[in-house]
């Protein structure tokens, strides 16, 4: 007999396909009315998350037989914790797998934003190069310091890459670690420090607008920001108005506040590179964060310990 378990959205398609498979799957965002959907789940204990919605204490309490919540993806800042906590609940996401690719996306980020690439290749496809002549000088990433606002996993993974580039690294959490690049007590001081503030922390309450008007002056006009974190770490307005004004240099963003909705204004900035959150979307990665996913639920349904607890 196969388990039973409640997904809440649509999510990467491979994975549903396994969900779906393994187990008896109640999709709840197809049901017509989600609280009686609800209450027919009121006996199941696990649940799949994809996505940015939110699983707080109400849905924990709707589903008061709930012992785990395997999420799709390492960021878990949609779900309460705490709530969680409070209910032995247990949650799972996916790190490490997502870590290559993710660190890739930043160094694109990092490249494009200075070297402005995909302008340039616009100002080719516009047909400007016969009559306006050459693109216009862009920066250089080699020497240039790299500051990482959160060097965990998917930042040590950057660092390493950076530095193949010759970019030196600074970072800052709020433990030191030991590591071989000098820490800086406070993200203004990072940003003082920095040719670009690579931010790479979770979401999440305690990171909201982290980078905020003073991370930002700390930075400079010659400052770059980029962002694969979440776009809540950002005063996504203040650094509008900053790229706006020329406050600082330029910006590179795979994430947004209100995804998928960026505000419009960014679309006709020349010194912005805007990715739609695609630093973990491969066809590897996107497996392999799905096997993990599925992996955790089999594990906790065996009576074993889960792979991956947040
Ligand atoms: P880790 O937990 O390994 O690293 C997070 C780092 O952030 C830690 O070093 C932590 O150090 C630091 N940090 C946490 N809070 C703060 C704070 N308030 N101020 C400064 N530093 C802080 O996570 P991962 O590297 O695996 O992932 C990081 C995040 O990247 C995810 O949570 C997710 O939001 C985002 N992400 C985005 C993706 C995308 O598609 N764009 C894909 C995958 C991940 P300390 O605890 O010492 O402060």
């Known amino acids: 007999m196969k388990h039973e378990i409640i997904i809440t959205a649509a999510g990467h398609k491979g994975t549903l396909e396994r969900l779906q ?17 609800l209450k027919a789940a009121a006996h199941l204990r696990a649940l799949a998350h994809f996505g940015h919605s939110k699983v707080d ?23 309460d914790l705490e709530a969680a906590k409070q209910r032995s609940i247990i949650v799972t996401n996916t790190p490490d797998v997502l ?20 302008q340039s290749e616009g100002y080719l496809r516009s047909g400007f190069w016969p009559t306006r002549g050459p ?24 660092a390493k890459r950076a530095q193949a580039f010759g970019m030196k690294i600074r970072y800052h959490n709020r433990n030191k670690k ?21 931010i ?38 203040v650094l509008l108005r900053y790229l706006q004004e020329k406050k600082i240099a330029g910006a590179g963003l795979d994430v947004f506040e209100h995804e ?23 066809v590897e990665t996107r497996k392999a964060m799905g096997d993990l996913q599925v992996e955790n639920l089999h594990l906790h349904f065996a009576g074993k310990p889960v792979k991956t607890p947040v």
């Open 200 to 237: 790479v922390t979770p979401g999440g309450a305690g990171t909201a607008k982290l980078v905020n008007a003073k991370v930002l002056d700390a930075l400079g006009p010659q400052g770059y920001v980029v962002n694969v974190a979440r776009g809540s770490v950002v005063d996504e307005l």
């Open 260 to 282: 998928p909705k960026v505000p419009a204004e960014f679309y006709s900035l020349d010194n912005a590179v805007l990715f739609p959150h695609v630093a973990s979307a491969t």
């Open 178 to 198: 030991s590591v071989p690049y000098p820490y800086d007590a406070d993200p203004v001081a990072l940003a003082k420090n920095s040719d670009v503030l690579l």
């Open 99 to 118: 870590n290559d690719c993710v660190a890739d996306c930043a160094m694109a980020l990092v490249l494009n934003t200075l070297r402005k690439f995909p």
């Open 57 to 79: 204490g109400k849905l924990m309490d709707a589903l008061p037989k709930l012992k785990i919540i395997s999420n799709f993806g390492v960021g878990v800042d949609q779900i």
């Open 21 to 37: 498979n393994e187990f008896t799957a109640l999709k709840l965002w197809q049901a017509p009315d989600r609280d009686a959907a």
């Open 135 to 158: 693109y216009p000088l862009a920066t250089s990433i080699g020497g240039k310091t790299l500051g990482i606002l959160g060097l965990g996993r998917i930042g040590e993974a950057i």
